[in-house]
């Protein structure tokens, strides 16, 4: 099977392509409006980007009506927003702040989770998150889609602060995955929880480097 899905109907019930990337971290980011707002959803188009310095992205397709999403608009007039670790523990809270609440509800009572303040960026956290990441907001790059919510903002940022959780850090200084149990978007209404990991090594040390994670190299 094979087809265009720029000009041909999709042969199949369901779009094989959002199901063939993944499994898609989960960039659930926070922000705070101009005017004082909380702001939390859930984005399963998110990636980092390089490691030195930590720069990472997500997408944002545009509200049905047209809107930009408020996480978009809130990183450009603030310059900062937060990515807070979609766990298992947390699957619901990510799954209620995914609905589009009117402009000024704050998600973070809806799903009923706290704030955490951050160290540089103006907008909260989410406190039960074991690991965040406060975004300095770069740039955006806006494509015009074929319709209006295909029409998204990439937004670039550079990670100025990590915070990880003490208790989620094994003895060798590797995070503990298999605690923390993050989850991944899968495509569909499917998610995917991360409980177990396997190492492979490349064997060749020039094409090593970066990759050990190092925090001499702060690598991926």
């Not at 390089?50 to 608009?73: E, I, L």
Request: include cysteine; aromatic fraction near 10%.
């Amino acid at each position: 099977m094979h087809y265009d899905p720029r000009n041909d109907p999709c042969p199949l019930p369901f779009s094989p392509f959002k199901s063939c990337t993944v499994p898609r971290p989960i960039g659930w980011l926070s922000t705070i409006s101009t005017k004082g707002i909380a702001n939390l959803a859930p984005y399963s188009q998110w990636q980092n980007l390089t490691f030195d310095p930590p720069m990472v992205m997500f997408a944002a397709n545009q509200h049905v009506d047209g809107r930009r999403k408020d996480t978009v608009v809130n990183a450009e007039e603030t310059g900062w927003f937060v990515w807070n670790m979609a766990t298992w523990d947390l699957r619901e809270a990510v799954n209620i702040t995914a609905v589009p609440l009117p402009y000024g509800v704050d998600e973070f009572a809806s799903a009923g989770v706290s704030k955490a303040s951050c160290v540089d960026a103006p907008g909260p956290r989410v406190a039960e998150s074991p690991c965040h990441f406060e975004c300095r907001y770069l740039s955006t790059q806006r494509l015009r889609g074929s319709s209006t919510v295909g029409t998204v903002d990439i937004v670039f940022g550079e990670v100025a602060r990590i915070h990880v959780r003490d208790d989620v850090v094994l003895a060798n200084g590797k995070l503990d995955i298999a605690r923390i149990r993050p989850i991944a978007r899968m495509g569909y209404f499917d998610y995917a929880v991360i409980d177990k990991a396997f190492e492979m090594i490349i064997p060749d040390e020039e094409a090593l480097a970066g990759l050990e994670g190092r925090a001499a190299r702060d690598g991926g």
